[in-house]
């Protein structure tokens, strides 16, 4: 009787101690903000899953590059953490190129040392001065300006995209040629005056050589001198907007792939 009754209370006091038998609650579905995702990456990787957290940032870095829906604070962040856990997982041509896609965007981007260890700092700012000195680089070689650079009437603001400045180049141009064809008329009406009259009314053919050297002064001259005056400034306009252009589209782009990732430079040259 004395070993049933022992037998019943070790029985209910195990029963006591066990893990009690709830069924786990039915996941939650993944939410699909970028900003979200970014966060459970993060919170994953500091708690130790690396590897979790490298695919769900590959994914979100893919998923910028592919649908332009992330917003470039999540998205720089993203690729960040990504080269983090790249650069120590001793993948260091990978963490250089994740690296180079958030420098190539925003070359005064800074990471937090408070955040991030020193060593991956220091990586980061060794790839922020190679970005840099492969820029001055390219902005260092000379590449002569394409032909439209040197058209008239405001074709190379409208070819840049700059269609105000266009605008007010080509207006300048056609008043400033049409009033010095208009002057130009006019000096051969009065030459044709000048003559017609030269023997037969010295007086008016003087008037006609006064009045045709009077147009040309007041009126030809400086009507071509501010169409190529315009002209010139539109070239020069033309040629600092088209090196702002070209140093800008100089740099590297990074395609994710599901077996790394595919670095590559471009630009206009």
């Known amino acids: 009787m004395t070993s049933w009754l022992l037998f019943v209370l070790w029985a209910s006091m195990g029963a006591a101690w066990a893990d009690p038998d709830v069924p786990d609650p039915a996941p939650s579905s993944a939410s699909t903000d970028p900003a979200d995702q970014l966060e459970a990456a ?15 940032l590959q994914a979100l870095v893919t998923r910028a590059q592919a649908q332009r829906d992330v917003p470039w604070p999540v998205e720089a962040d993203a690729w960040i953490y990504l080269a983090e856990i790249q650069y120590l997982d001793g993948d260091r041509d990978a963490a250089g190129a994740s690296f180079r896609v958030v420098l190539e965007h925003d ?13 991956v700092v220091g990586a980061f700012e060794l790839v922020r001065t190679a970005v840099g000195d492969e820029r001055k680089a390219a902005a260092s070689v000379h590449v002569p300006m394409p032909w439209w650079g040197y058209a008239p009437f405001g074709a190379p603001q409208f070819r840049a995209g700059h269609p105000v400045r266009g605008a007010v180049y080509a207006t300048l141009q056609v008043a400033a040629a049409g009033a010095s064809v208009g002057a130009w008329v006019e000096i051969q009406h009065q030459a044709r005056i000048v003559a017609q009259g030269g023997t037969s009314d010295p007086e008016a053919a003087a008037q006609a050589q006064a009045r045709a050297k009077l147009y040309r002064d007041a009126w030809s001259i400086p009507a071509a001198t501010l169409f190529y005056v315009s002209w010139g400034a539109s070239v020069i306009d033309a040629g600092v907007s088209w090196r702002k252009d070209r140093l800008a589209s100089l740099g590297a782009s990074v395609a994710p792939r599901s077996d790394g990732l595919e670095f590559s430079i471009a630009g206009r040259f």
Request: charged residues 30%; positive net charge; proline residues 11%.
């Open 42 to 56: 993060r919170r994953t990787y500091l708690l130790g899953d690396a590897v979790r957290a490298r695919a769900t």
């Open 107 to 119: 070359p005064d981007f800074r990471i937090s040392p408070y955040d991030h260890p020193l060593d």
